[in-house]
């Protein structure tokens, strides 16, 4: 989740983290369903949670914590 605290694009956060494309595709689409990051096209343009499309889309999409996804992380 610190890789998170600011808009960052897919490609970045592979770089950051190491992990495959798969394992990175996993891990984002559990932060998801947890409602713990937000999905952005571009720097400031939140998408709609309906227009998200993991399976077409995953690597081309920005990413951010959401409040509860820092709440959660800040917590433990």
Known sequence: MDELYF???Y???QKSLGFTSEALK???IS???KGWIRC???VDNELDPDSVDFEKQ???YHY???KEG???HNSR
Do not use: M
């Open 64 to 66: 951010l914590a959401s």
């Open 11 to 13: 490609d970045e956060l």
């Open 31 to 33: 932060l998801w369903n």
């Open 7 to 9: 808009v960052t694009h």
């Open 26 to 28: 996993i891990l984002i």
């Open 40 to 42: 952005y096209h571009g």
């Open 58 to 60: 995953f690597d081309k």
């Open 70 to 72: 820092l709440t959660a």
